[in-house]
């Protein structure tokens, strides 16, 4: 009977284990992923306001933006916005900025 119970109790205590486990893993795997879309969004609002700005830049600069234009920006990643960024200052021509338009 003590053997009975003891066993049980053991198979209890498992469960238990396995579910506070499970609960923690769980919660923790809520927290990382609401971390992770926090800073992936911010990133891409990052992204977006560098992008509008340039887009004003080089509007001002050259006057409206072609097409072309308009869709290079548009599928820009971080680095090639910040270099078009530094660019626009003292390039003569939109080519100068975001290459050649296409043929």
């Known amino acids: ?3 009975t119970n003891i066993d049980r109790w053991k198979e209890q205590a498992l469960a238990e284990g396995r579910e506070q486990g499970m609960l923690l893993g769980m919660q923790q795997g809520i927290q990382q992923g609401m971390a992770s879309g926090i800073e992936q969004g911010r990133q891409q609002g990052l992204a ?15 006057g409206p ?5 308009l869709a ?5 990643d971080a680095a090639q916005l910040e270099a078009w960024s530094e660019a626009v200052l003292d390039a003569a021509a ?3 900025v975001l290459g050649a338009p296409p043929h």
């Open 1 to 3: 009977m003590l053997e």
């Open 48 to 62: 977006q306001g560098e992008r509008q700005l340039l887009q004003r830049l080089l509007d001002r600069r050259f």
């Open 65 to 69: 933006l072609p097409d072309w234009a």
């Open 72 to 76: 290079r920006l548009a599928h820009a």
């Open 94 to 96: 939109l080519s100068e």
